[in-house]
């Protein structure tokens, strides 16, 4: 008997070990940003981290909205021969709220199986089914392929064609699209995380390096008929989210019979429980969020939380923003940030803007859309400030592919939203993608090709 507790322990230690790596995944890669590496847990585990969320009316099909989210920061086009996949091990979701108080109504959640290897590179497409959860109700609305990485024209020629061929319907209305895309987010990061620093005064005068341009990520993007969401006042709450599965070993008191010198009795006895829950490992809705707004020391926290958490839990951060107090002490008497009473912030994040996107008091980080508002003409012809720049149709009401959230969040901070006119200045110097967005869905540009090999170029 008294092996039982030293092979327990043994066994508890392979488990933690175990959990440890099931939790971390994959070795790390170079990068930074919206929110790509932004929690310390995540920044481990590429495939499971959401670096960006944007929703919005389509402009080309106006009964309908798309969403599309992004995941596996800074992906090198001409990283071979293991080609980035989504995890085999991981649930990637989609919620939408439909009525302001949360929690989701409706849930998409993709599982992705494993891709045959071509030869020696790992770049085939990867089979994915697609689960519609409403109201807790599961129903399976399909599937599809995602096309193989961007390798190269001799590995993947017509690479556009390919792309397009991999969008698919889902059953009961809509279309889908997964795989790799060029990362639509732009930044001048290196400037930035250099203690905002600026390569031309003020912010805004351009000359930014854009730190994404020549990278990919791996996109999931839905498009679904505005109807079928049945929204209250016609505003949705949206935010992504990965899952991974927790290997958890318990030590459970059992009462039982044992034979003791040849008769039984009833003793109690340490029964070990196997389980595999899912655990949600990285969440997003607004782009900056867990990036700049809550401390290193709470990101995991907010990673595992959920929209309501924010209220809850993490409410001061959006009242006393942290990126406000620096800002003042890196530029003293220049911005002149308020940092307390942010009222302007806690509604952009967690209530929605009046007469905007407003979903009530309940006090939830999703990235609000109103539906009843138009769309611009075309993908990339929004105002690229969005609300801050007198274009409704942009964030924080949803989040555009051309939105300079950067921008927009430095500016918002510092006060612009408050009348402060030194806030308008403020900008990474950033203004817009490197490369054009497509004019139908999925709507991201094709990635570059790793032959093409064009990081931080424009495409020929
Ligand atoms: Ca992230
Ligand atoms: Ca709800
Ligand atoms: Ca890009
Ligand atoms: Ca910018």
């Known amino acids: 008997m008294r092996k039982i507790p030293l092979l327990l322990v043994a066994l508890v230690a392979v488990a933690a070990v175990v959990v440890a790596a099931l939790v971390r995944g994959p070795a790390p890669t170079a990068s930074t940003a919206s929110s790509h590496r932004e929690a310390p847990l995540i920044s481990e585990d590429p495939t499971a981290d959401n670096t960006d969320v944007y929703a919005f009316r389509s402009p080309d099909r106006r009964d309908t909205v798309s969403i599309i989210s992004n995941w596996i920061p800074a992906e090198d086009p001409a990283a071979g021969p293991m080609y980035y996949q989504f995890s085999t091990g991981a649930r990637y979701n989609i ?3 439909t009525n302001g108080d949360g929690r989701a109504n409706i849930v998409y959640r993709f599982r992705f199986r494993g891709s045959a290897p071509l030869a020696f590179l790992r770049t085939t497409v990867q089979p994915y089914s697609v689960t519609r959860i409403t ?4 129903e399976n609305v399909g599937g599809g392929m995602t096309p193989p990485n961007n390798v190269g ?3 993947t020629p017509n690479y556009a064609q390919l792309a397009r061929a991999a969008v698919t319907s889902l059953a009961g209305g809509g279309s889908v699209f997964a795989g790799q895309r060029d990362d639509a987010f732009f930044g001048d990061i290196g400037a930035i995380f250099d203690s905002l620093n600026f390569r031309r005064f003020p912010g805004n005068a351009g000359g930014g390096k854009d730190f994404f341009a020549g990278y990919g990520v791996h996109s999931i993007a839905l498009q679904l008929p505005i109807a079928q969401l049945q929204a209250r006042n016609n505003i949705i709450g949206v935010w992504s989210s990965t899952d991974r599965q927790r290997l958890q070993v318990r030590n459970v008191k059992v009462r039982t019979r044992v034979r003791v010198r040849g008769r039984l009795v009833r003793r109690t006895v340490l029964r070990r429980v196997i ?10 809705g607004n782009p900056l969020v867990n990036e700049v707004l809550i401390p290193t020391e709470r990101k995991d926290e907010w990673n595992r939380g959920t929209p309501l958490d ?3 839990k993490f409410g001061n951060f959006y009242r006393e923003p ?5 800002i003042n002490r890196l530029y003293p008497g220049v911005v002149n940030a308020p940092e307390r009473n942010r009222d302007d912030i806690e509604a952009i994040f967690l209530t929605g803007l009046p007469n ?3 979903t009530g008091t309940t006090r939830a980080e999703m990235l609000r859309l109103n539906l009843s508002i138009a769309p611009t003409a075309a993908v990339g012809a929004g105002n690229r400030l969005g609300v801050v720049g007198g274009d409704n149709a942009g964030f924080p009401n949803g989040r555009r592919l051309e939105d300079d959230v950067i921008d ?3 500016k918002a901070v510092a006060g612009a939203l408050k009348g402060n006119a030194v806030a308008l200045l403020l900008g990474d110097g950033v203004n817009g993608n490197d490369v054009p967005f497509q004019q139908t869905f999925p709507y991201q540009a094709d990635p570059f090709s790793g032959f093409e090999n064009t990081k931080g170029q424009q495409k020929p």
């Open 95 to 97: 919620n939408i709220d």
């Open 135 to 138: 109201n807790g109700r599961a």
């Open 153 to 155: 024209p001799r590995t």
């Open 275 to 284: 389980s595999n829950p899912w655990v949600q490992v990285s969440r997003l």
């Open 310 to 312: 924010d209220g809850r």
């Open 322 to 326: 942290i990126l406000a107090a620096l």
């Open 356 to 358: 905007l996107n407003n």
């Open 408 to 410: 927009i969040a430095e």
